[in-house]
Structure formats: structure tokens, C-alpha cells
């Protein structure tokens, strides 16, 4: 669901993915355990921040992933039409609501502490203690067992994915450059042998503390959306029915316009000729950047056209 690919040894179908909300603060950096998420949703927060939501299919094979930060109802709504399972520590209200009025079951550290996360405190001799909590496959099992959530059910691909590979030709686009913020910028470089592309973060590579690795993605897809401040002034608001954007593979890249509508409606990509888009298979990375920050997109160095909405 999450990669298009065939389900891993183990994984029965209609088992829940997992969705798990990461610190993505430069002070909280190297984090742990991104690399092996089948997917992961960025998106801004309050201050320029950026927060990830990193999706996993196989919850049996989770590594420990965090530091683990708490819930925005912006990546919430791209979890829910994939019925993820959510696990977090603290929600602003406007994400707690959300799972009010969904009746959404989540795993909340807030209320489960130490019996689904785990605080490092050597590393807190070095950071806050606030970028030391993580939680990992054994944790969550925990949690899934504490709350009685079902491991099973209904779920919507991630996107349409293609049955045979899909070459681009539109744009050359082997560095994507872009910013969420003056404090968020975004650098992905194509790597050939690999066929993947690299991403970096605050002008450095972003790697897993786990492997060492630098975070690769065969699918880069970039999303531009409206965003405001909520009534509190402080948490962001994203118009999440649709807009323009990018998506990027083997060093091309095709611009598509996007919907989505209700919080629990599924994320739809099209082409210009309004087509469906078919996504190719494997991990993919989604920023979705705020319409102020359109500018600040370059390919290859150059500021592309913009799709029709």
C-alpha cells in the first residue's frame, strides 16, 4: 500500500501501516530509524519548523524510530485515509480534535508513557529531553495491545501505482532545491547508481543515527498548498483540498496538480491532461510546501513553470 511493492515475507494483506510522528528540529538531528520508512510526509509547524510523519508497512520490523514529537492535524489527515496506525507523544488541540471527532484509536505517549516509548537518557545528558523519547516494533505491539487496536482493516493505497516502471521527460531535475521556510531548506540530489534520490536538511546530508545512511527516495513529490495560522496563532492551517506540485523520479520531473478534500479523503495526483498519475513503485518522499514558498523551488538549478490548477 505503502510502495506499490509486493508485501514483504510476513506481512498478511490488510495489515495496518504504521504512521509515527519524528522531530525534524536541526537540534533533535541525527534522528533514528527514518531511513527505513516506506514513506514520509513533511510538512511545516509552528516557528518554520518542519515535523515528519514516517509511515512504515511491517510494524513487526520497525527499528527504533524517533526522537518521537507530538501530532499536527495536518500530517493526521494524510494518515487517516490510509488507516495508520498513529503513534505520537502530545497533539496540539486541533489534531486531539481531529481524533475526537474521528474516534480515531492512537498511540499517545502523553497517556501511555514508558510502556510504548523509551526515554534514551544517555542521550539526554546532550540534548532536551524532549528529542530523547522513541518508541520501536516491540513498543508499538505494546501500545496496539494496551489500547486493543485492530492490526487489520480497510486501507487506501498511498497512490496509484504503476504495474511497469514510468519514465519522465518533461523537466531535468537531478537537484531539487526548495524551502518550507527560512528555517526549512530542502535539497534532494539524484543519484544515478542508486537510482534514488539523496536528501539533505539545513544544508547537510540528513542520515539515519541507526545505518549511517543518508536518506534516499526513489519518489519525490512536492505539494504546494495555502497555509495560515489557526485561530490560536500560532499552529498552521493547511488547505488541504488540492493545489499544484511536482513529482520527481530518475532525475525528471513532470508537473501534476493534486486533491484531496476531507480529513479522511484520499490524496489524488494527476497529470496535466488530467489523468490519473501513476507513481512508480518503491519509498517515496512528500514535502508539502506552503504556496509562499513556490519561489523558492529550483530544478536543475531552474525556477520551473508551475502547472495549471
Not at 495496518?16 to 513533511?42: H, K, L, T, W
Not at 532545491?177 to 542508486?194: E, I, K, M, W
Not at 494527476?270 to 518522499?285: H, Q
Amino acid at each position: 500500500l505503502l510502495t506499490g511493492e509486493a508485501l514483504a515475507e510476513g506481512v498478511a494483506p490488510g495489515q495496518r501501516p504504521v504512521a509515527i510522528m519524528v522531530n525534524n528540529a536541526q537540534a533533535a538531528m541525527p534522528q533514528r530509524g527514518i531511513g527505513s520508512a516506506d514513506a514520509i510526509f513533511e510538512m511545516v509547524t509552528e516557528g518554520g519548523i518542519t515535523r515528519m510523519m514516517a509511515l512504515y508497512s511491517n510494524a513487526a520490523t520497525i527499528p527504533q524510530v524517533g526522537p518521537v514529537r507530538s501530532a499536527r492535524d495536518q500530517h493526521l489527515q494524510f494518515a487517516l485515509p490510509l488507516n495508520a496506525i498513529f503513534v505520537h507523544i502530545g497533539s496540539s488541540v486541533y489534531a486531539q480534535n481531529l481524533i475526537n471527532e474521528y474516534q480515531y484509536q492512537d498511540i499517545d505517549g502523553l497517556y501511555l508513557g514508558t510502556t510504548c516509548f523509551w526515554f534514551d537518557s544517555e542521550r539526554a545528558k546532550t540534548f532536551l529531553q524532549e528529542h530523547c523519547w522513541y518508541t520501536d516494533a516491540s513498543l508499538i505491539a505494546a501500545g496496539i495491545a494496551s489500547q486493543q487496536i485492530a492490526t487489520s482493516g480497510a486501507a487506501v493505497p498511498l497512490f496509484c501505482f504503476a504495474e511497469k516502471e514510468v519514465s519522465l521527460t518533461e523537466l531535468d531535475a537531478p537537484d531539487i532545491a526548495f524551502q518550507f521556510s527560512a528555517n526549512g531548506p530542502v535539497r534532494l540530489v539524484y543519484d544515478a547508481n542508486t537510482k534514488t534520490y539523496l536528501k539533505q536538511a539545513y544544508g547537510a546530508p540528513q542520515v539515519d543515527e541507526l545505518t549511517g545512511a543518508q536518506l534516499s527516495f526513489n519518489n519525490v513529490i512536492i505539494l504546494f498548498a495555502d497555509v495560515s495560522l489557526k485561530p490560536d496563532g500560532q499552529c498552521t492551517d493547511f488547505q488541504l483540498t488540492g493545489g499544484t506540485g511536482y513529482y520527481c523520479y530518475g532525475g525528471k520531473a513532470e508537473a501534476i496538480t493534486w486533491s484531496k478534500g476531507k480529513a479522511d479523503s484520499a490524496l489524488k495526483l494527476y497529470r496535466a491532461d488530467g489523468s490519473e498519475l501513476e507513481v512508480n513503485r518503491g519509498k517515496s518522499y512528500i514535502a508539502v510546501v506552503g504556496s509562499d514558498q513556490v519561489g523558492t523551488l529550483t530544478l536543475n538549478a531552474s525556477a520551473p513553470a508551475p502547472a495549471e490548477s
